[in-house]
T-cell receptor, first 114, second 111 residues
Framework: SAVISQKPSRDICQRGTSLTIQCQVD?????MFWYRQQPGQSLTLIAT?????????ESGFVIDKFPISRPNLTFSTLTVSNMSPEDSSIYLC???????????FGSGTRLTVV | DAKTTQPPSMDCAEGRAANLPCNHS???????VYWYRQIHSQGPQYIIH???NNETNEMASLIITEDRKSSTLILPHATLRDTAVYYC????????????FGKGTKLSVKP
């Protein structure tokens, strides 16, 4: 399975600013995903990061708030824009090597907005 | 929306088998059932997945009912390190689909 590295592992940010989270996979992967996990809650899918095209967002998530880049088959970024305290969550990157492989998760980025 | 229902919490004695149930009564014929677990402050860890047949690996066994409307994850000899939130997930969107997490079961393994 793929190994995923996320940076930063945690950050404390001022409201109104933006944070870009990086996700690096040690193999070329066909699919990458971004999730949010609010305190005490389960994971919610934000979007599927598509290589060479715009990300596909789930209901309730928009590109202006969570712009995503996927410049190649091993790397993606998620930006949390114009942050408010409600954005305080763990953000997780996930990847899948291919159709016959499982889904691997990074260890997450713990974001606190003050 | 998640297509699975799990009990919010369960206890299990160390060394005994932990049987975690999951209902997925609206599952479609080609949708797989995945199990992941999340130990505090870590990313979800893959356990097992299946379509129709029972599956076993080094971590666990997955028993899927014949009508596929429910399944059970079995940890044969639970240890304290198995304390975690266990998620039963039905993959939506076909073979290129994604995982939609439900609320999971908090399993507490006690000495």
């Amino acid at each position: 399975s793929a190994v995923i590295s996320q940076k930063p592992s945690r950050d404390i940010c001022q409201r109104g600013t933006s944070l870009t989270i990086q996700c690096q996979v040690d193999s070329q992967v066909t699919m990458m995903f971004w999730y949010r996990q609010q305190p005490g809650q389960s994971l919610t899918l934000i979007a599927t990061a598509n290589q060479g095209s715009e990300a596909t967002y789930e209901s309730g998530f928009v590109i202006d708030k969570f712009p995503i880049s996927r410049p190649n088959l091993t790397f993606s970024t998620l930006t949390v824009s114009n942050m408010s305290p409600e954005d305080s969550s763990i953000y997780l990157c996930s990847a899948r090597l291919g159709l016959y492989y499982g889904y691997t998760f990074g260890s997450g980025t713990r974001l606190t907005v003050v | 929306d998640a297509k699975t229902t799990q009990p919010p919490s369960m206890d299990c004695a160390e060394g005994r088998a932990a049987n975690l149930p999951c209902n997925h009564s609206t599952i479609s014929g080609n949708e797989y059932v995945y199990w992941y677990r999340q130990i505090h402050s870590q990313g979800p860890q893959y356990i097992i997945h299946g379509l129709k047949n029972n599956e076993t690996n080094e971590m666990a066994s997955l028993i899927i009912t014949e009508d596929r409307k429910s399944s059970t994850l079995i940890l044969p000899h639970a240890t304290l390190r198995d304390t975690a939130v266990y998620y039963c997930i039905v993959r939506v969107g076909g073979s290129q689909g994604n995982l939609i997490f439900g609320k999971g079961t908090k399993l507490s393994v006690k000495p």
